[in-house]
């Protein structure tokens, strides 16, 4: 079974902390996406990669940065977490063609205090 | 700035009935559409995808598809208190990127 997997399920944070989020998958897929979720603002785009070592600011990366060294393995990272960073943090793969869509991870509850 | 709109809800039906669940997107270029189904607390799953007009049916769901109106839609028949979730509609274009509505929450009411 396809599988996208996240470190942690829930994590709490301190101010100006710096926090990494991984995110793995095993399905050998090219396309990685870190989006969080909020209360109604559904799904925000903050980075994805299309390849290794390749990434691409989504709508929201203020705050962010990304990591691609393994095909399998994006990291999202909050460079000095602050208070409104506090969401859910949704990790997804997709395959190439037409046809595939985003296999999502579990997500992590990012608190920060 | 390309939009997915849904009627965020809750849309109530009762048990055995049809649930009708409504998209309009705005990029003309949109090349195939999804439906993803998240239980509070969960990670959004696919449940369905189209790309061609007209309808496509899974069990107890089908997908209809309007490029020309830029609608997009999930039937649930015979709707069961499991499947009271919120239901996520995204769009992909040329690229690799969906776009997001901001879903609608289904309650089915036993």
């Known amino acids: 079974d396809v599988k996208v997997t996240q470190s942690s399920r829930y994590l709490v944070k301190r101010t100006g902390e710096k926090v990494f989020l991984e995110c793995v998958q095993d399905m050998d897929h090219e396309n990685m996406f870190w989006y969080r979720q909020d209360p109604g603002l559904g799904l925000r785009l903050i980075y994805f990669?299309?390849?290794?070592?390749?990434?691409e600011k989504g709508d929201i990366p203020e705050g962010y940065s990304v990591s691609r060294e393994k095909k399998e393995r994006f990291s999202l990272i909050l460079e000095s977490a602050s208070t409104n960073q506090t969401s859910m943090y949704l990790c997804?793969?997709?395959?190439?063609?037409?046809?595939?869509?985003?296999?999502f991870g579990s997500g992590t509850r990012l608190t920060v205090v | 700035q390309k939009e997915v709109e849904q009627n965020s809800g809750p849309l109530s039906v009762p048990e055995g009935a049809i649930a009708s669940l409504n998209c309009t997107y705005s990029?003309?270029?949109?090349?195939?559409f999804f439906w993803y189904r998240q239980y509070s607390g969960k990670s959004p799953e696919l449940i369905m995808f189209i790309y061609s007009n007209g309808d496509k049916e899974d069990g107890r769901f089908t997908a209809q598809l309007n490029k020309a109106s830029q609608y997009v839609s999930l039937l649930i028949r015979d709707s069961q208190p499991s499947d009271s979730a919120t239901y996520l509609c995204?769009?992909?274009?040329?690229?690799?990127?969906?776009?997001f509505g901001p879903g609608t929450r289904l309650s089915v009411l036993p």
């Open positions: 995204a769009v992909r274009d040329y690229g690799q990127n969906f776009v």
């Open positions: 997804a793969s997709r395959g190439q063609g037409g046809s595939y869509g985003y296999t």
């Open positions: 990029d003309r270029g949109s090349q195939s």
């Open positions: 990669s299309y390849d290794v070592k390749m990434k």
